[in-house]
């Protein structure tokens, strides 16, 4: 494994390290801190309060406590829910692959039309095509993802009747068609932000190799113009895309998580906010990790994509 | 909003300087200064023209459709006129977004200011930071702390910021960094000037229009946030009214009263839009290269 792995991946563990301090904190700003699912009880006296805080330790030196707490972590002992007493892991676990597809799919759309008009707007510069994709894509980065979708579930849901209002499937019909059909809406509602954001990048990547020598090399040599753009462009400016892909993470995720609010989609997004509605802390805590983690993990592998595919990092 | 156009250190005939004539050519921003003068215009003088206080509570004309006698864009499920709540609104909405702006930006100066010109280990363990608060979806982060603290219009500000420095905080250490070095800033020391004036008054300055052009786009973001975080109630509280909390409950009322969210929502998009239409001009009139957009 080169050197310039090896030292991305000790930089996520520093970043890991970092995360969790944040993590730490934010559990000890709650009011009351972790105690705080004691407190709501209405038969705990102080001295009950003192008496647990002494059990669970929140009397120690807060290094100590953080140690404790982040070693927990570690084994995968991330508490337990206030709701139904599950272990958090489990319960973020059953709402993971609801998020993911969600992500999933919009990221599949949104890349295959967002590199499409991103290709076209660079080799077009300055058409029509190019401007009109340059301000929509700004107009769409502008639109609240929330409130795109009540427009979608008020014309396509309400008025034309076409799809589902929200939730995952009709209960009674786990067909595979039946989940399709309620994932259209809130996956292209959560498309048109980084079908956005993805034409603007790949736009710049493409402008970047475009005028490079080796495309005018390509062109030289007597290649049809659709080759040199299919094979010697597109595949050098999908490069930095990966990389790219990796740091809008928080992004699409946060995205997925603003969806699912409002198609009472099952993920995590929807789990957060159930859990701040019960004040679920360690459900919120852990789902705060966790997602962090999700995003540092995509980060590096995103990295590792690159060098396994660009020969230059492997030289390098 | 002219001032936020003003790139150049020199205090002097500002106006004729090539980044506010660059500007003035772009079209898409000269829209977005005019939209938001506008908005902005209408939001500070028009609950003191319009017929219907924000709060003035009209049983018999819930749910008014738009142009119903004087409530202009019909009214709410209190019979609230909605043109006067859009208005008041507006205030605190823009209020809220410019105030994270400069809270941010000033944090994001800092942080990169000190880890740019500390460098070392100091600097490293800042950056470090920064990156770990990039790690965490803004969206959740803002939401837990919404919901731990106590949500005022000033709370949520701070929130946003908190969440939103990161950005400036990278802008200004890269450019720090490459600065420190630099023969003006060695002058400066043997001229005995103190460490914070050669950082805020000789260093700083030169990454001004990068940080312009983020903060430009801050704006936008954390209008953006806001709104959501108040639409799903745990941002500014009603009977204050935000155009995030005007749109909480539009989504019961969907089929019966569609205006309740066509209205704050497409404001919302036109304020947005405004804001990252002048951050691109602003990116072009500065010249500041982008990776990305």
Redesign the interface.
């Known amino acids: 494994m080169p050197a310039f792995l090896l030292s991305r991946l000790w930089?996520s563990l520093?970043?890991l390290v970092?995360?969790s301090?944040?993590g730490f904190t934010?559990l000890n700003?709650?009011?009351g801190g972790p105690l705080a699912q004691f407190a709501l009880d209405p038969g705990m006296t102080q001295e009950d309060l003192d008496r647990i805080a002494r059990q669970m330790g929140l009397d120690r030196p807060l290094p100590v406590q953080y140690l404790d707490w982040a070693g927990k972590l570690l084994t995968g002992d991330w508490g337990n829910s206030f709701r139904d007493g599950a272990p958090v892991l489990q319960v973020i676990g059953r709402h993971l692959w609801a998020t993911f597809l969600l992500m999933g799919s919009s990221t599949a759309l949104s890349i295959a039309i967002g590199t499409w008009i991103g290709i076209r707007g660079a080799t077009h510069r300055y058409s029509v095509f190019d401007y009109t994709a340059t301000?929509g894509a700004?107009?769409a980065?502008?639109?609240?993802?929330?409130?795109f979708g009540?427009?979608g579930?008020?014309i396509f849901s309400?008025e034309l009747g076409w799809l589902p209002a929200g939730n995952m499937y009709t209960i009674g019909d786990g067909s595979a068609l039946n989940y399709l059909h309620h994932l259209i809406l809130p996956s292209v509602v959560l498309s048109l932000v980084n079908v956005a954001?993805w034409s603007?990048?790949m736009r710049?990547a493409t402008l970047d190799v475009i005028n490079q020598d080796f495309v005018k090399t390509a062109r030289a040599k007597g290649l049809t113009e659709r080759r040199v753009l299919m094979k010697h462009v597109v595949g050098n400016a999908l490069l930095p895309m990966i990389t790219?892909a990796g740091m809008q993470l928080?992004?699409i995720?946060?995205g997925a998580?603003?969806t699912e609010?409002?198609f009472t989609w099952p993920g995590m997004g929807r789990l957060?906010?159930d859990s701040?509605g019960y004040?679920d802390y360690p459900v919120?805590m852990g789902?705060?990790m966790f997602?962090?983690i999700l995003?540092?993990l995509g980060?590096l592998l995103a990295d590792i994509v690159v060098a396994l595919v660009d020969p230059r990092i492997r030289l390098g | 909003m002219t001032t936020a156009a003003v790139p150049s250190a020199k205090p002097y005939r500002w106006w004729h300087s090539r980044a506010v004539r660059r500007f003035c050519r772009h079209k898409?921003a000269l829209t977005g200064v005019a939209m938001i003068t506008l908005l902005t215009l209408a939001c500070i003088v028009g609950p003191y023209v319009l017929p219907y206080d924000m709060l003035y509570i009209d049983l018999r004309a819930r749910f008014s459709p738009p142009m119903t006698g004087d409530h202009y864009l019909g009214t709410d499920p209190l019979g609230r006129d909605i043109a006067a709540r859009l208005l008041n609104a507006g205030r605190i909405s823009l209020l809220v977004g410019f105030s994270a702006m400069v809270l941010s930006t000033l944090m994001g100066a800092l942080v990169g200011v000190i880890a740019g010109y500390r460098g070392g280990l100091v600097g490293a363990a800042l950056m470090?930071?920064t990156?770990?608060?990039?790690?965490?979806?803004?969206?959740?982060?803002v939401?837990?702390?919404a919901?731990?603290?106590k949500p005022t219009p000033e709370m949520i500000t701070i929130i946003i910021a908190l969440t939103h420095w990161m950005e400036v905080a990278r802008i200004v250490e890269a450019e720090v960094r490459s600065l420190r070095e630099r023969e003006f800033v060695q002058a400066g020391r043997m001229l005995g000037l103190s460490t914070s004036h050669i950082m805020f008054r000789e260093v700083l300055p030169n990454a001004m229009g990068p940080i312009i052009v983020a903060a430009s786009l801050t704006v936008?973001r954390a209008i953006?946030l806001e709104?959501?975080v108040s639409?799903?109630g745990?941002g500014i509280q009603p009977p204050l009214p935000s155009w995030g909390n005007m749109?909480n409950g539009?989504?019961q009322y969907?089929?019966q009263a569609?205006w309740l969210?066509?209205v704050p929502?497409v404001t919302?998009?036109i304020a947005?839009?405004s804001?990252?239409?002048i951050g691109?001009g602003l990116r072009d009139a500065l010249d500041v290269r982008?990776?990305?957009?």
């Open positions: 930089q520093v970043l970092i995360v301090i944040i934010v700003l709650i009011p301000v700004m107009i980065l502008s639109i609240p993802t929330f409130w009540l427009v579930i008020y309400l954001i603007r990048y710049s790219l928080p992004g995720l946060g998580l603003v609010t409002v957060f906010l701040l004040s919120i789902l705060l997602s962090a995003v540092i980060n | 898409l470090r930071f990156d770990a608060f990039l790690a965490f979806p803004s969206i959740f982060l939401l837990a702390l919901a731990l603290l936008a953006l709104a959501y639409f799903l745990y749109l539009a989504q969907l089929a569609p969210a066509i929502g919302i998009t947005v839009t804001f990252n239409f691109d982008s990776d990305h957009m």
